[in-house]
């Protein structure tokens, strides 16, 4: 199945304007609160209207302003997970699994919710009510009650945000071994990063009503289209220079910021002497040489020095920010490094900006 | 004891209570879902009953509906219907005091009602009447329970507009207020008192009925 949309809607402060076409794969929808994440989904399932657009499931259209086609929500065949579940509190289980469940008899729906409580762990859960289940038993039920229906698209609005640490875990596993069994075209938004990569296999970074970047989930990581993609999905280090020229397989840049700085030439369009450029690099891409140790035989490329002004301890990695003479640099290092090297806010340290790990923003 | 204010009474309360949840329920229905022009002018109309003297709107009713009046001429020549002094006008009467009681909490309840429930209903291939059906109304009922016992209990104790409307004729339109009303006049005092309980006993079960319904015991 595919999915194909283009809508534009404007409010007064606000106006959206989104284009993609999304084939059998889950597409995360990723980007800031009020980038129009979750108003993209209401719009393609018919809960909210676009002032203008398209929206064809397999290349039919269930709405087009232009044509006047407008398919009622019922009929569209789209699921959607509300963030907040949204379970009928009045029916158990059962019956909230079964509720989108028409056209078979009796016994065929008894086997069919039997079959999805078996494969969202809730066997044995079929007579309570949502008020007495915990916060990831609910989502399991809004996610078999969505899945029995049968809809050609999932539509899944950050269905993890109301969960703590650990369920949430288990549950993004859950939800990519669901995936596989019933590989339905499916969105789902989030502003979680983490999430965004585990599970998403390609991405689409939204912000401020327009799609920034659509792409591989390591091309949004590793090589963001934007300045604001590669804000959003955390690299924090982000400078602007001038290209002095090309050297080899190197491109020279000449930053106010860090110096002169050479970053590896990638496959792009070409870079002409004198250009502006932003170029980046992601915090845990950085290795930090102390300047008592190591450092011998020459300076090596793309040497920073600087002080490091904050430590801060992230259970599993430190944050450290670098002040150089122009930036401040941040840097996520693994607890061991923080501690074989001894590194503490007041030393000062090299670190080295790797090459291959500089991306020029296009 | 003459029993039959008690009776008539009763009568009346139950014909207009099930007008008023009728007519009420739709009026609850439109006033929570849809926008239109004059919804807010259908809402001050519809809850005047609670603020407007008994008697004046007894008037207007008798103006309405009374022998000279365009719709009452209607109303008899096609109905074959005389509300005016019968116990017809008293529900007439009993049922515009007491609309407002219904439609306000049975409003309320259903708005109450999440906009996402019924849209996830919608998403799982629900019409719109299957929706009411299945999730607005299962989960507004205690509300509208609540506004029905309300309406009942004030169309019981109706009495300066059904006075107007329907009169005190005894054994055809002497409800139980004004039956209390008469004896006190008449100095009769068993006879007041004696309807006094009643109507206080009720008037207590009701609200009690009302507070369990609100506190979900039901």
Redesign the interface.
Known sequence: MSLSFSLKKKFREFSLDVDLTLDEDLTVLFGPSGAGKSLTLKMISGLERPDEGVVEIDGKKIFDSAGRVDVPIRKRGVGYLFQDYALFPHMTVARNISYGLKGIEAAGVKERVGELLDIMRLKGLEGRFPSELSGGQRQRVALARTLAAGPRILLLDEPFSALDYQVREKLRADLLKIHERFPITTILVTHDLEEAFMLGGVIAVINEGKVEQFAGREDVFYRPATRNVARFVGSRNIFSGVVKGVEGGDVVIESRALGEIRAERREMANLNTGQKVDFCIRPEEIPVIRKDKGLTGGRPMNLVEGEIVSTTGRGTTHIMFLKTSGALLKIELPNFVVRDLALATGESVGVLLKKESIWIIP | MNLFPLYLTIKVSFTATLITAALGMVLALVLAKKDFFGKNALDVLIMQPLVIPPTVLGYYLLVAFGRSSFLGRFIEDVFGVQLVFTWKGAVVAAFISSLPLFVKPARAAIEEV?G??E?????????ELGVLW??TL??AWRGIAAGAVMAFARATGEFGATLMVAGNIPGLTRTLPIAIYDAVQMGDDFTANMLVLIVTLFSFSVLYVVSLFTRGKF
């Open positions: 999440s996402e429930l849209d996830a209903a919608r998403l799982l291939g629900r019409t299945t999730i299962p989960l």
